[in-house]
């Protein structure tokens, strides 16, 4: 239960940064251009840190190499994914397409779908220390 409600969380963040994303849209191109640049260069940087701290655990196709805890690990359970939607929220105001904001809900959902899967292979995995590493993040 506990995994559906972070969830949840997450893909109601997802609809309040879209609104808020919509409505940069709007703005005139200096200031979209300041917003895409203050969303995309920290999540783009903070997206490879993530990757890099995963190491050998990273995978295309979801498997248990290790439970990774530490650094962005240790508050966020998908830091990769998160980061990653951030900085195209922030190319998204940049280039200023209202119909992007649908293709990145949709990456949102199969992200969703994904962690799913991952989360059920950890879980099988390292039981009640992936339990524990849950309880622990925020999102």
Known sequence: MEY????????AGAVIIAMLAYAA???????????AIILGVPSFI????SRIQLGKSFAVMPRAK???TAGL??????????????FLIGVI????????LL??????VMQTLQSAREEHI??????????????????
């Open 4 to 11: 559906m409600n972070k969830r949840v969380i997450r893909l």
């Open 73 to 86: 690990y240790s508050r966020i359970q998908h830091p990769l994914y998160f980061f990653l939607d951030i």
């Open 122 to 139: 950890l879980l099988a995995a390292f039981g009640a220390d992936y339990g524990a590493y849950t309880r622990r993040t925020w999102f």
């Open 93 to 100: 105001v940049f280039i200023g397409w209202p119909i992007l």
């Open 25 to 35: 849209i709007s703005l005139n191109q200096g200031s979209r251009t300041l917003i």
């Open 103 to 108: 293709v990145w809900g949709i990456l949102v």
């Open 46 to 49: 903070l997206m490879n840190i």
């Open 66 to 68: 290790a439970l990774v």
